[in-house]
């Protein structure tokens, strides 16, 4: 048996993280900003939540307001798979009720997340209305959910891995797909 | 009957301090974190333990331990069922582990017992395969009383490393004491003991604790005290003269603390005798953390019931593949 050799392919540079961001911004103004609330999901997306923020109150002159949620406790796996020590804190803005909630996350993959997010933010309150924005969707769904903005779409497969990396984590801004080659 | 330890050195039990070490007890500390802001949200609830059934059988009295586990598990997400010696098949005579058996039969995940005699909880989690958490045990232990303790503490110290702490009082009939002893010294933290001869065990410098025969000593010394009840109801006779007596000697005044070097951080487990071990004006004070102390005891619980739950055959492995 050959030790399988994995190959890293950068997606996006630090520019095309930049760009890929400052698309995704527009298309949330789009839908306007008066009642904007955005929420990063732990842990990749609250750093992505808060550049979002800043593009978006640049070009406004005004706070938009952003929060954080960590789905640990509303995984549909926990029961399978033991638990995480290291859960995160959730903070949420003191109003979600009636606003416009963008969620914001790295990655989409299966949307299992995305499922948990949406339960524990019903927790919270009542938005006007809930939307999703990623950085990158790589397919592979296994419910029915999909994002409203999209920076960056791939093809891959299960063995693949995209990682996103954000310099206050990873000391860096850009996009890997790691691939391991199949038996 | 052991199930995978999760990760963190948790077994499939809490049955006590003693055995735990140091970085294991800081990752239940940790662990509580997040969930003190479950507490605070509109909708108290998380999912996480939803299905799991768990069995509070309290066998001896119990106000704010039993409530505070009931709120834990509830706010998990838990299904709970009460259990108090009165009004249970135990008055009829049935033993611990007959009790126990039964509700096992009846598909049960967790256990939360209290119990007078020292042991119970280790007895029971050795014959079933739920997790057993000991909620106090006669003289024995009193786990998450003092996590809860020793959480207070590093969030009103900002550490709980190279702290003094003394523990002031009924020492011998302490659970209490006994869990803050192995817990404080696992994370490093040095522990004294003071009261009255009568109610300090024979050997407890062995566990490598000091003992202070005067409180005005301890107030000299500690950066915290741990103020215990006086638990009359377990003094047959003769362990001190008078209430009266014990105050005027022991108890934690205010014009004791002014003579202190440093702001102590004062601890009670409740309930508190006021006039007694502790007096009104500092039990209310600014020093006082003592209700701190029960908002944190729901976050600990909710921590070892989460932890514990997890702890499944693959668990440890499993756990390592995130998925997005």
């Known amino acids: 048996m050959t030790a399988p050799e994995t190959t890293a392919r950068e997606l996006l540079d630090a520019e095309g993280v930049e760009e890929a961001l400052a698309r995704l911004a527009s298309k949330i103004e789009d839908g306007g900003t008066e009642d904007l609330v955005l929420i990063g999901i732990r842990r990749r997306g609250v750093q992505l939540a808060e550049r979002l923020a800043t593009i978006l109150s640049d070009s406004h002159g005004k706070v938009v307001p952003t929060g954080s949620l960590d789905i640990t406790l509303y995984r549909d796996d926990f029961h399978q798979v033991g638990p995480r020590p290291v859960i995160g804190v959730t903070d949420i803005p003191d109003k979600i009720t009636g606003r416009r909630v963008v969620v914001v996350d790295d990655v989409l993959f299966t949307g299992r997340t995305i499922r948990a997010a949406l339960n524990e933010l019903a927790d919270f309150g009542r938005p006007r209305c809930v939307e999703l924005a990623v950085l990158v969707d790589r397919g592979g769904r296994e419910l029915p959910i999909q994002a409203d903005h999209v920076g960056i779409s791939v093809e891959t497969t299960d063995r693949d891995q995209v990682e996103v990396k954000v310099p206050e984590l990873d000391g860096s801004l850009s996009v890997i797909l790691v691939s391991s080659p199949g038996e | ?324």
């Open chain 2, 1 to 324: 009957m052991s199930k995978t330890p999760t990760r963190i050195g948790l077994g499939k039990d809490l049955t006590g301090l003693e055995d735990l070490s140091g970085d294991t007890i800081r990752a239940i500390l940790d662990t509580a974190e997040p969930f003190k802001e479950i507490s605070e949200r509109p909708i108290k609830k998380v999912p996480v333990l939803r299905g799991k059934t768990i069995v509070n059988l309290f066998l001896e009295p119990s106000t704010r331990t039993r409530i505070s586990f009931e709120f834990a598990e509830k706010r998990l997400g838990a299904d709970t069922v009460n259990i108090s010696a009165s009004g249970s098949s135990v008055v009829k005579g049935e033993t611990l582990v007959d009790t126990a058996r039964n509700l096992e039969a009846m598909r049960i995940d967790m256990v939360v017992i209290r119990h007078s005699s020292s042991g119970a909880a280790q007895f029971l989690a050795d014959r079933i395969p739920s997790n057993v958490i000991n909620a106090g045990d006669g003289q024995h232990e009193h786990p998450t009383q003092a996590l809860l303790d020793m959480l207070t503490l590093r969030d009103r110290l900002g550490r709980i490393e190279g702290l003094k702490v003394c523990i002031v009082g009924d020492i011998v009939h302490s659970r209490v004491a006994r869990s803050n002893i192995f817990g404080l010294q696992a994370l490093g933290n040095e522990v004294a003991v003071c009261g009255p001869k009568s109610l300090i065990p024979y050997g407890i410098e062995e566990l490598g604790v000091r003992t202070f025969p005067h409180v005005e000593e301890a107030i000299e010394w500690a950066d915290a005290l741990n103020v215990l009840r006086l638990q009359l109801e377990r003094m047959k006779t003769g362990f001190i003269p008078s209430l009266r007596e014990y105050n005027r000697v022991f108890g934690v005044s205010r014009a004791r603390l002014e003579q202190a070097p440093r702001e102590t951080v004062i601890l009670h487990p409740g309930p508190m005798n006021r006039g007694v071990e502790i007096d009104s004006d500092v039990a209310d004070g600014p020093q006082s953390v003592i209700l701190p102390q029960v908002t944190n005891g729901v976050a600990v619980r909710m921590a070892v019931l989460y932890l514990l739950a997890g702890g499944q055959p693959g668990g440890a492995e499993a756990a390592k593949q995130e998925s997005e």
